[in-house]
């Protein structure tokens, strides 16, 4: 599938040790793009977008490299990146880069050649500073909420091109688009207080441009009503190889309701045709089927790139139903997974939400809609939508992808799906569902039981009279996170904390790494990373490591 969540999670902290070349020319915010063009000075041009909808207000980062590789899935350790310092370093808020805005973050000459992989550089924010290079702040709220990297996280990112680019010398540039998906890559945890910090978990999707192409519309409700969609989301969807629908772009409408989806890349998957999902907390979900996206592709610079599919008005369509809001929630273990939801609409199965579980808890929510479902085949005349007659309103299937979180992983998580109603058929209910994932190869059979736990404990020596420290642990398999998670405190001049790692798979070799982090002002700083040698697990409790800790 074209969308891969290419990021690790939980791995060791990585240093950006990476081979400098090229100079970077920073444009312009608000492009569109404009497909090939001949230029003067740069053969590659790097543009930024975001493909989401969430409950920020603003999720801005700061980005100080890019670097291009021509192997595929080059490690973001090797040494052999061709790579470009944006100095100074360059400060987005995502989610002003939605409805098809893009910023034009660098203009790069390169080496011409055919490259494969490409990788992206945040700044993480300085420990003990009030100015942070990367932070959110939440819908009706100005405060900023620092985003850290937190144990494990690295602060870069290295992705496969969804096809390999050529980077010529004769004065015409390529355009790629990388798709930085805000919502996705902020993830919560919250601690035993009830306190919420906010992680960033960088997810990168890279786009050519010179092959996209858009959709345009407006998903209004009328003027006098009083049924305002909630967490209003647009979708375009592509069918993947196991038959359901994936998630390409997905945007906020504008405050008149208009959208634009872009870019949208004519490609294996799609063949340059998308559905349109239309989702809401509180309306009926809404298809717009087979729209036919031109591209940038052998167009004049002036040509329209977008299909529309014009002006819808929810509350007018006979068909749709306005209802109000049930909840699914639960926990998913190992904590920090994924949960998706789906829901059948014309005999297609799409995706129409997708967040992680938070970090400590394992806790997830969705609000969602039980009103019924309707969709019409795209035209560009009127379109007539019909209620879905097989599908009962309100139902839905939630599963746990986990086996696309990381696109070199070795060790996958089994898919669990559940499929629920989130009405009686007279009210909104709430459902309350837990999922536990054990590993599996690629072909879905269970390598283990997650029968295995590691224990062992953290001491402080010589900490200050009055600090206190946190300390995270988390278990590695051949290098990837595969489950468990836990944290102690320690506070004094001597102190000692048990830990216990849960939920490991039986027979696997691990290595426990403990991070030592500092909470202050909501941000964290890492002071060391201490790592145990190999344990070969076995069933039940495993004597882990001792880790000592001295100031």
């Given at each position: 599938?074209?969308?891969?969540?290419?990021?690790?999670?939980?791995?060791?902290?990585?240093?950006?040790?990476?081979?400098?070349?090229?100079?970077?020319?920073?444009?312009?915010?608000?492009?569109?793009?404009?497909?090939?063009?001949?230029?003067?000075?740069?053969?590659?041009?790097?543009?930024?977008?975001?493909?989401?909808?969430?409950?920020?207000?603003?999720?801005?980062?700061?980005?100080?490299?890019?670097?291009?590789?021509?192997?595929?899935?080059?490690?973001?350790?090797?040494?052999?990146?061709?790579?470009?310092?944006?100095?100074?370093?360059?400060?987005?808020?995502?989610?002003?880069?939605?409805?098809?805005?893009?910023?034009?973050?660098?203009?790069?000459?390169?080496?011409?050649?055919?490259?494969?992989?490409?990788?992206?550089?945040?700044?993480?924010?300085?420990?003990g500073s009030s100015t942070y290079n990367d932070y959110v702040t939440l819908i009706n709220s100005t405060q900023k909420l620092p985003l850290s990297f937190p144990p494990g996280f690295p602060n870069r990112v290295a992705i496969n091109f969804n096809k390999e680019i050529t980077v010529s010398s004769n004065g015409t540039a390529s355009n790629i688009v990388i798709d930085f998906d805000a919502c996705h890559s902020v993830v919560t945890s919250t601690d035993a207080q009830g306190y919420i910090l906010y992680f960033?978990?960088?997810?990168?999707?890279?786009?050519?441009?010179?092959?996209?192409?858009?959709?345009?519309?407006?998903?209004?409700?009328?003027?006098?009503?009083?049924?305002?969609?909630?967490?209003?989301?647009?979708?375009?969807?592509?069918?993947?190889?196991?038959?359901?629908?994936?998630?390409?772009?997905?945007?906020?409408?504008?405050?008149?309701?208009?959208?634009?989806?872009?870019?949208?890349?004519?490609?294996?998957?799609?063949?340059?045709?998308?559905?349109?999902?239309?989702?809401?907390?509180?309306?009926?979900?809404?298809?717009?089927?087979?729209?036919?996206?031109?591209?940038?592709?052998?167009?004049?610079?002036?040509?329209?790139?977008?299909?529309?599919?014009?002006?819808?008005?929810?509350?007018?369509?006979?068909?749709?139903?306005?209802?109000?809001?049930?909840?699914?929630?639960?926990?998913?273990?190992?904590?920090?997974?994924?949960?998706?939801?789906?829901?059948?609409?014309?005999?297609?199965?799409?995706?129409?939400?997708?967040?992680?579980?938070?970090?400590?808890?394992?806790?997830?929510?969705?609000?969602?809609?039980?009103?019924?479902?309707?969709?019409?085949?795209?035209?560009?005349?009127?379109?007539?939508?019909?209620?879905?007659?097989?599908?009962?309103?309100?139902?839905?299937?939630?599963?746990?992808?986990?086996?696309?979180?990381?696109?070199?992983?070795?060790?996958?998580?089994?898919?669990?799906?559940?499929?629920?109603?989130?009405?009686?058929?007279?009210?909104?209910?709430?459902?309350?569902?837990?999922?536990?994932?054990?590993?599996?190869?690629?072909?879905?059979?269970?390598?283990?039981?997650?029968?295995?736990?590691?224990?062992?404990?953290?001491?402080?020596?010589?900490?200050?009279?009055?600090?206190?420290?946190?300390?995270?642990?988390?278990?590695?398999?051949?290098?990837?996170?595969?489950?468990?998670?836990?944290?102690?405190?320690?506070?004094?001049?001597?102190?000692?904390?048990?830990?216990?790692?849960?939920?490991?798979?039986?027979?696997?070799?691990?290595?426990?790494?403990?991070?030592?982090?500092?909470?202050?002002?909501?941000?964290?700083?890492?002071?060391?990373?201490?790592?145990?040698?190999?344990?070969?697990?076995?069933?039940?409790?495993?004597?882990?490591?001792?880790?000592?800790?001295?100031?």
């Amino acid at each position: 599938m074209k969308l891969n969540d290419l990021c690790q999670f939980l791995k060791p902290f990585l240093q950006s040790i990476l081979a400098l070349c090229g100079v970077a020319i920073l444009a312009a915010c608000g492009s569109s793009g404009s497909g090939n063009s001949a230029v003067s000075g740069y053969n590659v041009a790097v543009k930024i977008t975001d493909a989401s909808g969430c409950d920020y207000n603003h999720v801005v980062v700061t980005i100080d490299k890019v670097a291009f590789n021509n192997r595929l899935n080059a490690s973001k350790d090797d040494n052999d990146w061709t790579s470009v310092t944006l100095n100074p370093p360059v400060t987005i808020d995502l989610l002003q880069l939605q409805n098809g805005n893009t910023l034009n973050l660098a203009n790069l000459n390169i080496p011409p050649g055919i490259y494969k992989s490409f990788l992206l550089s945040v700044v993480p924010n300085t420990p003990g500073s009030s100015t942070y290079n990367d932070y959110v702040t939440l819908i009706n709220s100005t405060q900023k909420l620092p985003l850290s990297f937190p144990p494990g996280f690295p602060n870069r990112v290295a992705i496969n091109f969804n096809k390999e680019i050529t980077v010529s010398s004769n004065g015409t540039a390529s355009n790629i688009v990388i798709d930085f998906d805000a919502c996705h890559s902020v993830v919560t945890s919250t601690d035993a207080q009830g306190y919420i910090l906010y992680f960033l978990k960088p997810r990168l999707v890279e786009v050519n441009e010179d092959q996209s192409g858009g959709i345009v519309g407006t998903i209004t409700t009328s003027s006098t009503s009083v049924t305002t969609p909630e967490h209003l989301v647009v979708k375009a969807e592509v069918k993947g190889k196991d038959g359901n629908y994936y998630v390409v772009r997905q945007t906020r409408p504008n405050p008149d309701g208009s959208f634009k989806l872009y870019p949208l890349e004519y490609d294996d998957d799609s063949k340059g045709v998308y559905d349109v999902v239309v989702v809401s907390d509180n309306y009926g979900t809404l298809a717009v089927q087979d729209v036919i996206v031109p591209t940038h592709e052998d167009a004049p610079l002036s040509a329209t790139i977008s299909a529309s599919i014009g002006t819808i008005q929810l509350d007018a369509l006979p068909a749709v139903t306005w209802s109000t809001t049930g909840t699914f929630t639960g926990t998913i273990t190992p904590k920090g997974n994924d949960v998706r939801i789906r829901e059948t609409i014309g005999g297609r199965t799409y995706q129409v939400r997708r967040r992680h579980s938070d970090l400590q808890t394992g806790v997830f929510t969705f609000p969602l809609s039980w009103g019924a479902t309707i969709s019409a085949a795209y035209s560009t005349g009127n379109m007539t939508f019909v209620a879905d007659s097989l599908t009962t309103a309100g139902s839905y299937t939630a599963d746990t992808p986990t086996g696309d979180w990381d696109n070199d992983d070795q060790m996958v998580l089994n898919n669990q799906p559940f499929h629920f109603r989130i009405t009686d058929g007279t009210k909104a209910l709430t459902i309350i569902h837990d999922f536990t994932l054990v590993p599996v190869d690629y072909f879905g059979v269970p390598l283990s039981s997650l029968t295995s736990s590691v224990s062992g404990t953290v001491t402080a020596v010589n900490l200050p009279a009055n600090d206190v420290e946190k300390v995270f642990l988390i278990a590695l398999i051949n290098g990837k996170f595969v489950a468990g998670i836990d944290e102690v405190t320690l506070s004094g001049l001597t102190s000692r904390a048990t830990y216990t790692i849960d939920h490991l798979p039986e027979g696997a070799v691990a290595t426990v790494e403990a991070y030592i982090a500092d909470f202050e002002q909501n941000s964290t700083e890492t002071i060391t990373v201490l790592k145990s040698s190999p344990i070969t697990l076995g069933n039940g409790s495993n004597i882990g490591p001792d880790f000592t800790l001295t100031e």
